[in-house]
């Protein structure tokens, strides 16, 4: 286990929560940087550098799979720096996955992930820490899952959006529910596609390329995040 995993896991999280909380400059250090699941492989300069693509598309950013809303910050961050008048909308249960769903992907052998996995995330944590970090103008948590949330509270249009989700089903749900209100030249941008603990996010993503293939402009793996361009 990652010794980070490990003191996490040793840290009750409410303890953390309200220490990050009171001592928010602790964010912008290299040891937590935002909380960000997205660090290794270059995600987080991949996930920037695909953002920057799209400051001239119309539409708002998404992020489906928003956990303790790290990248959802440093996108914010970045729109700030760089005066772009962009907001984000951050979905996640902020309770985790649905049970149902991981059970799914469990017996057919492509997860092992924990029952309890990101459930030390909150809405009310993420409130305060959008508060904290100065970017609630930038950037609205939306709590529940996908398919209830997705319909009543992201109209589009879309110019990108950050499929996080980890589960195959959920990621074609957002996948396609996304696309369809995503504006030309907007970017889908998956995670996990060659990751070993989630299976089923490349069979997702392979499924999304083929069934879309004539609406796509063009796609491709970066390091670990694939990107999608809409026609
Ligand atoms: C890998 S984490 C996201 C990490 C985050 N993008 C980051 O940069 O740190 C995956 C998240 O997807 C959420 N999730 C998975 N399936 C979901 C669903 N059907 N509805 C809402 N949230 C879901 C989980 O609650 C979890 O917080």
Known sequence: MNWKVYVKKKIPSSFLNSVLLKFPYLYKTKLVYFETNLLAENGIGDLLNQLSLTSGVQGVVVECGSSRCGASVIMA????????????????SFEGFDRYELKKEKNMGLTTAPENSFT???????TKKLKVLHVDDIVTPIKGYFTETLPN??????????????????????????????????R????????????GAKLGVDDFIKKYENE???????????????K
């Open 216 to 230: 796509i402009q063009e796609h491709g793996l970066l390091n670990r995040l694939y990107y999608i361009v809409k």
């Open 153 to 186: 509270f992201v109209k589009g249009p879309v110019s990108f959006c950050l499929i996080d989700c980890d589960l195959r089903d959920s990621l074609m749900f957002c996948g396609e529910y996304i696309w369809k209100i995503l504006s030309p030249s907007g």
């Open 77 to 92: 961050n970045y729109l700030k720096k760089h005066r772009i008048d962009k907001k984000i909308l951050a979905c996640d």
């Open 188 to 199: 889908l941008i998956f995670d996990d596609y060659t990751s070993k603990d989630f299976k």
């Open 120 to 126: 030390t995330t909150s809405y009310d944590y993420v």
